[in-house]
């Protein structure tokens, strides 16, 4: 079963404008943490966010939120005031386990490719 | 400080050839990491290290594939006998163990296997 689930496969946002960007996972841990990476044409992988699943707040980083709605089992991210330099790929990834003995490994959703129009 | 560093950036090969790759991580990170990315999908766990030891292996990590580290800084990945379903991008990321949520990845390698 997939563990990340991104259901858009690409989305075309005018500049601007906030876009969200659907997360769901899938866990039977109660601890975990979810993160998204920003991966642009040159292909390097570029840490945005994270939130933990014991965090009250949701995580906030400069433009990026992380919408955790955890009893859906849903982590959006949203980017606010969208620019032409967030045109990239964006994957969704889970690590389960917050122990310190931790499975460390991180699981990745198939991506989501934004477009920003000018 | 320097990010994650991996060499080479491209390699072409032909089915059935050797192929080495290299990753220095971020000088202070005890961990280190390896995914593979095939086009259109995310990338897949392979493997990882916490200081010298190899900690968990994926079953994607066929007997062709083997990976070590061995003092605990740079890693190499060695793919003996490609085969062409071994092309993708090999991406290696580090972490440190405590108190880091984030990985740390570097550009990767593109393999190509012809």
């Known amino acids: 079963a997939q563990k990340i689930t991104q259901t858009q496969p690409g989305m075309f946002v005018q500049e601007k404008e906030a876009v969200t960007l659907d997360c769901t996972y899938d866990?039977?841990?109660?601890?975990?943490?979810l993160f998204w990476y920003k991966q642009p044409s040159s292909g390097e992988m570029i840490f945005l966010i994270y939130?933990?699943?014991?965090?009250?707040q949701n995580a906030t980083e400069g433009r990026y939120s992380l919408n955790f709605q955890k009893a859906r089992k849903s982590a959006n991210l949203v980017i606010s005031a969208s620019q032409l330099g967030d045109s990239a790929m964006y994957f969704c990834?889970?690590?389960?386990?917050?122990?310190?003995?931790?499975?460390?490994?991180?699981?990745f959703g198939k991506g989501t490719r934004l477009h920003i129009l000018p | 400080d320097t990010g994650v560093s991996q060499d080479p950036r491209h390699k072409i090969t032909k089915r059935g050839q050797n192929v080495t790759f290299r990753c220095d991580p971020i000088?202070?990170?005890?961990?280190l990491y390896w995914y593979r990315q095939t086009l259109g999908q995310g990338p897949e766990f392979l493997t990882y290290?916490?200081?010298?030891?190899?900690?968990?292996k994926s079953r994607l990590l066929s007997d062709r594939f083997s990976a070590e580290r061995p003092k605990g800084s740079f890693s190499t990945l060695e793919i003996q006998r490609t085969e062409q379903g071994d092309s993708a991008m090999y991406l290696c990321?580090?972490?440190?163990?405590?108190?880091?949520?984030?990985?740390?990845f570097g550009p990767g390698t593109r393999l190509t296997v012809t």
């Open positions: 939130q933990g699943s014991y965090d009250e």
């Open positions: 990834a889970m690590r389960e386990g917050l122990s310190m003995n931790r499975d460390d490994k991180i699981i």
């Open positions: 290290f916490q200081n010298e030891a190899q900690l968990e």
């Open positions: 990321a580090s972490s440190r163990y405590r108190g880091s949520n984030e990985q740390y």
């Open positions: 866990t039977s841990d109660q601890s975990y943490g």
């Open positions: 000088s202070e990170h005890n961990r």
